[in-house]
């Protein structure tokens, strides 16, 4: 199993490696911007004609124990690095036991490594100890390019900030979410750490958390809650899609659905990026039937986009639908309005 996990990070890099060695491009998030696009606009050489030329340029065994079905998170990138063996493109990447790797983007060499000590311990009971809740990192760490830092929340909940070219830890620890809970991928916006948490893990209820590092010695914690249990968990990798209206999305998982009583399982759900505060949400008009079919909206992430003067997100999960929403009014007066659905399975 171990060694299976260690596989896994060379393939994800697979990808990168043909932009980031000849492009120096930054890879800073999950998918690559806090809208979590995909799109490496900065790339223009790679097209239909010559991609087929891409090729495993190395592989790495880093030292991680995988915790039930998590292992490795999704790499991010950084270009022109000042490390101890010069200025290098890095590609890191956080393992579930509790670490954190650099690794030299052409020829794979480990640069660093960042082991997080805890001083708590989980109590395995229910989910806890389980693949749903594997008490390990579970999110994927985010690169802020303005100060060098390296943000990723260790096993235990706490915010670190490391020195994207030494491991140094610089910021924190921070208490940002509660201890063994499943948070997902971080997001970054002026100076504002986001994330997601999932499933009850740890005790921690679903919803959007930020922090607010300006000055890490002051840093200042919010939290919209989005459940009374362990459901609605936002459980897409993706964690928190932040777009570029001022708003934070993120669709929610199996459970009830009760606004009155801040219940909103199987909804896409927008917030203020300033103070997380609930904004608008939709929800489908047959949100019985996926919690019943256990089709949980919340398993994949939104994604949003632009096109002419309108802010638009596109959202699909495990039913196989994929629904166009608008961005700036979800779901529209009656919360359950979308602009196009399409089946795909």
């Known amino acids: 199993m171990n060694s299976t996990s260690r596989l896994i990070l060379c393939l994800q890099l697979a990808g990168f490696l043909f932009s980031t060695t000849l492009y120096t491009a930054d890879w800073p998030t999950f998918g690559h911007d806090p809208q979590r696009t995909g799109w490496a606009f900065e790339e223009t050489t790679l097209a239909p004609n010559n991609v087929s030329n891409l090729e495993l340029k190395w592989k790495t065994k880093v030292k991680n124990e995988s915790r039930v079905l998590s292992a490795l998170t999704v790499p991010v990138i950084a270009s022109g690095v000042q490390t101890v063996a010069g200025v290098r493109n890095v590609v890191y990447v956080a393992g579930s036991s509790d670490h954190v790797f650099a690794l030299d983007a052409q020829e794979g060499k480990l640069l660093w490594s960042r082991d997080f000590k805890s ?15 594997p008490n390990g990192i579970t999110a994927t760490p985010v690169i802020d390019r303005g100060t060098e830092i390296l943000y990723a929340i260790a096993a235990d909940g706490a915010l670190y900030g490391l020195d994207l070219g030494s491991g140094k830890i610089r910021v924190g620890p921070i208490q940002f979410v509660a201890p063994f809970a499943k948070s997902f991928s971080l997001n970054l ?27 890490p010695h002051e840093p200042l914690l919010r939290q919209l809650l989005l459940s009374n249990t362990d459901t609605a968990g936002i459980w897409g990798r993706g964690g928190p899609v932040i777009a570029k209206n001022g708003r934070v999305y993120g669709s929610t998982a199996d459970g009830g659905f009760d606004p009155a009583l801040g219940d909103y399982s199987n909804s896409v759900v927008s917030a203020s990026l300033h103070d997380l505060h609930l904004v608008d949400y939709y929800t489908p008009a047959n949100w019985r039937d996926l919690n019943h079919r256990d089709l949980d909206l919340g398993s994949a992430s939104p994604v949003w986009f632009g096109w002419k003067n309108y802010n638009l997100l596109a959202s699909g999960a495990k039913e196989g639908v994929v629904s166009l929403l608008d961005a700036d009014a979800l779901g529209n007066k009656d919360h359950q309005t979308r ?3 399409r089946r795909f399975m």
């Open 119 to 133: 001083f708590v311990l989980p109590h395995n009971a229910g989910y806890q100890g389980t693949f749903l809740c």
């Open 339 to 341: 602009i196009i659905k």
């Open 189 to 215: 916006v002026d100076g504002v750490i986001y994330t997601t948490l999932t499933q009850g893990c740890g005790g921690g209820l679903s919803g959007f958390y930020s922090a607010n590092i300006r000055n």
